[in-house]
């Protein structure tokens, strides 16, 4: 049984609407700008700019990405010990330096350890920033975060957009702007948050507290997998469809930039409305369930594409996303009421970062089955892709059940800590 998670009001009283979470919304925002000016172009920049070969990037990047992972559950525990905010203003550090020196590689090798030094720095401040958000969002954590969540995508959006002029541009000078100004964004993001948000002590911990205490935690383990797995439906929309509609339809080039408008779109608009509504373990679960069927739907319509004339085919594939947008919103609010809401409040860091793990191998993973699996197999490749993301669904409401079964509410707060997350007032936890 997991100690230390209450399922009733928390004794936080931070209004939705405060100084931090205004700051930390804005120093988010900040970094995703800049994320979407450098994600836009990085691979014409390594392999126009700098000649690396395309499978020498993508290797290096997978490399990366691994050895990414393992920062996860390290860089929590950092962030439960000596305080999220610490731990993620390092991060962004670290990333704005390594950022930077993608300015100089030349070769494979630099590249490769730029990338890895990179990846380790993001995965940590995910962790940490996960910790953050927990304690920032005050009495509702998932909420804040998915309105958090619309603010991030705006910020890709528009760094995008700005990407596209360099790209058209397509000069070493304007690829290295690009890059800078992302470096810069993760410099700018960690000032907003120095100045704005709280300085948060770390919260007293059980003696049973262990650092590799989530892994022993069955229905979060099982709920991390489910949300891995879930996450596939991302790249649905992202690398499969495209590739879909180039290959398998007759539809005008324009409906793929198309696609991606309408996906970001409906998720700005329906993410903060929709997550307010999706805060407790249950309803979480259900949110899970609702996106399994729309994503059961979506799939299939997807298919359609190719089977439609080629004036129908456009708008077919807008409608496809819309559905499948709308699924998405619905995942991400139950994956943000279950992470939050199953995660003992002493170890959120810890726990986040685990969570990030589960997502990014999800991700990794996901080209792989997305290509083989359903290309591979046409129409009936989108129908059994609906059908896993629907069975995934049914599985939330279980899971979230089973977490709230395996937790007990914490003891009544101490006095001394009943003001914990005012940053000046809390006490030191006993070292471990």
């Not at 970001?264 to 399994?292: D, H, N, Y």
Request: aromatic share 8%.
């Amino acid at each position: 049984m997991i100690i230390g998670k209450s399922f009733g009001p928390r004794t936080s009283t931070v209004p939705e609407s405060s100084r931090p979470q205004r700051a930390l919304i804005l120093a988010s925002f900040v970094s995703r700008v800049g994320n979407g000016l450098f994600n836009t172009a990085a691979v014409l920049y390594f392999t126009l700019v700098v000649h690396l070969p395309a499978a020498q990037v993508g290797a290096g990047l997978t490399v990366a990405g691994l050895v990414g992972l393992l920062a996860g559950i390290p860089a929590g525990n950092l962030a439960d010990r000596y305080g999220p905010r610490t731990v993620w203003l390092t991060a962004l550090a670290l990333q704005a330096v390594t950022m930077a020196a993608f300015v100089f590689i030349q070769d494979w090798a630099t590249f490769t350890l730029i990338a890895t030094l990179d990846r380790l720095a993001a995965t940590a401040g995910g962790a940490a920033g996960g910790a953050l958000i927990a304690r920032t969002g005050g009495e509702r954590p998932a909420a804040f975060r998915a309105r958090l969540r619309t603010f991030v995508n705006l910020g890709v959006v528009l760094g995008t957009l700005g990407a596209a002029f360099a790209v058209s541009v397509d000069t070493r000078a304007a690829y290295t702007a690009l890059i800078l100004a992302n470096a810069a964004s993760f410099a700018g993001a960690g000032l907003v948050a120095l100045v704005g948000v709280p300085n948060y002590r770390p919260l007293p911990r059980p003696e049973e507290h262990h650092r590799w205490a989530v892994l022993a935690d069955r229905p979060y383990v099982s709920f991390v997998a489910l949300y891995g797995a879930m996450g596939l439906q991302y790249q649905a929309v992202s690398l499969l469809l495209p590739i879909w509609l180039s290959a398998h339809t007759d539809a005008p080039r324009w409906t793929v930039a198309a696609v991606y408008a309408a996906n970001s779109g409906v998720c700005v608009l329906l993410q903060s409305r929709i997550g307010s509504r999706v805060e407790t373990p249950r309803q979480g679960g259900r949110a899970f369930r609702l996106a399994g069927l729309l994503f059961l739907v979506s799939c299939p319509l997807m298919a359609l594409t190719a089977d439609v004339p080629v004036w129908v085919a456009p708008a077919l594939a807008l409608l496809a996303v819309a559905v499948h947008s709308l699924g998405e919103v619905w995942e991400s609010s139950g994956g943000f009421a279950l992470g939050f809401g199953l995660a003992p409040d002493h170890a959120q860091g810890q726990y986040q970062g685990f969570l990030g793990i589960g997502f990014a191998a999800g991700q990794a993973l996901a080209p792989l089955v997305l290509t083989t699996a359903v290309l591979g197999l046409g129409h009936a490749g989108w129908l059994l892709l609906g059908v896993f993301f629907a069975a995934l669904g049914a599985a939330g409401p279980p899971v979230a059940a089973w977490g709230e079964r395996t937790r007990r509410p914490a003891p009544a707060p101490d006095p001394a800590h009943a003001r914990r997350d005012r940053p000046e007032e809390a006490p030191l936890p006993d070292s471990a």
